[in-house]
């Protein structure tokens, strides 16, 4: 290297100084150029560096006059590199803010609603009903013996009445898929003493050609109410209450004579059409009345199965079905829309929310 004079030493202070009106720190466009300028200044063998560096040549009046002038620009550089470091971080740091800021003019993406399916809706309102009415809630498995489901209901082996039944029986086992929610009566009696009055809700399986108004697996409402003294006319009042709380106070009931081995005396119960007043429609096929549901007196014979004195305890029982109830309040003629799970049809029940 040269040797360093006075005045080759201003000269190169001049130069540096006339540099950084193009290359100052407050100008480096990132933290990468701020970085390369700042080595190139004051790394080691940086420009100021190295003219601090050789300072020690020149004498030492030269030094006390020249030392504080490159000492005062080193300390306003480090200054000015602190100054623009700081604020490309705080810029980089707003710059990925704004890169991940969430657009709050975007629509908002408003997740899809569940909704009540119809059948459930229509349960609840049974239930809700009944339960008003005092009964209380009962329940027993879909997989039945032959004993609740017929022996003990009044129905036993060989009886012609097992055929009213298309029942569904488990492969090399006597247990079989519950074909009414009657055996819930046997369960209950069995396991509780009189009075009581319950309502089992529950699916129920025969073995059916499936088509608009049947299927395989459907559901039931049993309701059954065992007291002293309990007669068909407590049936028929209790029904009466119930059809006009579910389909409107107008409703009327009428109980056609029929056959349940587990009642006696048993009834088909229509309820007046609900879509002519009983003019006559397609949907009452002119007669006024639609068919509703089974009931009847509670037989002796499934008294004395579970144990209960037919002389002292009497009672009524039904049993209605609950897809029925669904298609006449909501409209609906194929029992298969239920199940099929279009939301196309399923959507058409909001206001049955309960
Ligand atoms: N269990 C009968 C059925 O499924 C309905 C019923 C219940 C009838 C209770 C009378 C009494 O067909």
Redo the contacts with the bound molecule.
Sequence with gaps: MAQVTRKSWEAAFAKLEASLKKLSPSKAKDLAALDRLRVALLGRSGTLTELLKSLKDLSIEERRELGPKAQELRAALEAAFDARKTALEAQADDDAAAENALDLTLPPHVPPRGRVHPLTSTLEEMTRILSLMGFSWAEGPLVESDDNNFTKLNIPEHHPARGMFDTFYLKDSPLLMRT?T?PVQIRTMESTRPPLRIISPGRVFRHEAVDATHSAVFH?V?GLYIDKGVSFADLKGTLDVFMQKLFGAKTRTRFRPSY?P??EP?AEVDVSCLFCESKGCSICKNSGWIELL???VVHPNVLSAVGYDPEVWSGF???IGVERIAMLRLGVSDIRAFYENDLRFLKQFDENLV
């Design positions: 009414h009657s039931q049993e349940f587990f009642t048993s089974g009931a009847g029982a039904f049993g």
